[in-house]
């Protein structure tokens, strides 16, 4: 398989998501990026490590990415993700929205 490029803030936060250190999300997200998941929404960097730290700890996951497209001015990256949830593994889509090196959006979505 191909590596797959990300850009920094991405790949940050896939190493991030992956050694479950919460305080490196600061160094991915700007601090009034928005987070919508399983149907909330978090914003601001408290919200973003509060939600992280809540994830992890739910479902101890790991992500890894499988592909990554670019459409306009989101990179659309599609994770498989292997964890403490029925179901798992499964794949779902992670869509980015940057602002310079920040994440200034993060949806995902299966």
């Not at 803030?9 to 919460?22: F, R």
């Not at 403490?84 to 993060?106: C, H, M, R, V």
Request: charged share 25%; aromatic share 8%.
């Amino acid at each position: 398989m191909m590596p797959i490029h990300l850009p920094r803030p991405i790949d940050l936060y896939v190493k991030a998501e992956n050694s479950g250190d919460v305080e490196a999300l600061s160094e991915c997200f700007a601090p009034d990026a928005t987070v919508r998941d399983e149907g909330r929404t978090y914003k601001g960097l408290a919200a973003i490590e509060r939600w992280k730290a809540e994830t992890k700890k739910k479902y101890q996951h790991t992500v890894e990415p499988l592909a990554s497209v670019q459409k306009g001015d989101k990179t659309i990256v599609t994770n498989r993700l292997t964890g403490n949830f029925p179901g798992s593994p499964i794949e779902l889509q992670f869509i980015f929205a940057l602002d310079g090196n920040k994440i200034a959006s993060l949806e995902i979505r299966s």
